[in-house]
């Protein structure tokens, strides 16, 4: 079943579908990592129904971003969704393997890449029964040096990648960048709570960019009262639900 969402009071809506893998909020907040100018040509690697695209663009209309992803259901909604929101000459997708961009798009097409990739290798905990949550949660179809080396393909020399994973995979994540020639500039992790301890790492890496990484604050996504934090609230542009 089909489900329609505003971003925010008058923004883009957006779709999923319960037979797909839901929108959650890693996406949310790795559309807060990227500082887009604008004009960029965004590549979403994955996009599935095409929601950190519609972000992105909700936070910088003047982007072109295209989303390619393994599944035609998803893709089938994410170009609804760009129609719903008179984005299509703006927001483009392809049913496509990342696997097999060389023989879609001659190599440093774009400016920026960003990617909510699968978190676990296939050996890893349960499985999920179908195949497009597996394909989602699971490295099935693709593993992370699979979308690293898209990415490096993809991207122009001083382009970036935009990532968010797990911070158990942190060494994996590190070294699949940096072995496709793609340096890691900036990881900020992502707590629930202040003092916890990460559940998420929000990573940037530039093709061709010199050793340096900066370790952000953390964002914290909860108060001590248990209320989303200010910056959250921003990130799901809840401040503007409150202007009159």
């Known amino acids: 079943m089909e489900h329609w969402e505003a ?13 797909l893998f839901r929108p959650g ?14 004009g960029l040509r965004v590549m979403d690697l994955g996009c599935g129904t095409g929601l950190l695209g519609l972000l992105l663009l909700q936070r910088q209309p003047d982007l072109s971003v295209t989303g390619i992803d393994i599944q035609s259901t998803a893709i089938r909604l994410a170009e609804k969704a760009a129609a719903e929101n008179g984005l299509a000459d703006r927001l483009t997708f392809h049913t496509a393997d990342l696997r097999t961009v060389k023989s879609l798009f001659p190599t440093g097409s774009f400016d920026l890449a960003v990617c909510n990739p699968p ?31 898209a990415a490096s393909y993809l991207l122009r020399w001083g382009g970036s990648f935009c990532l968010v994973h797990k911070p158990e995979r942190l060494t994996d ?34 093709r061709g960019g010199k050793p340096s990484l900066a370790v952000e604050e953390s964002l914290i996504l909860q108060a001590a009262d248990g209320s989303p934090t200010a910056e959250v609230d921003a990130i799901y542009f809840r401040q503007q639900e409150e202007t009159p």
């Open 25 to 38: 909020t890693d996406t949310f907040l790795l559309s807060s990592l990227p500082r887009p100018k604008p």
């Open 7 to 19: 971003l925010c009071p008058g923004g883009y809506r957006f779709v999923y579908d319960d037979a």
């Open 119 to 149: 978190y676990y290798p296939p050996a890893s905990g349960a499985m999920a029964d179908d195949s497009a949550r597996r394909t989602a949660r699971s490295e099935v179809d693709c593993t992370l040096e699979d979308t690293c080396r």
């Open 173 to 206: 994540l590190l070294c699949a960048l940096r072995g496709n020639g793609l340096e890691p500039k900036r990881l900020r992790f992502v707590c629930k709570t202040a003092g916890s301890a990460p559940s998420l790492v929000l990573a940037e890496a530039r």
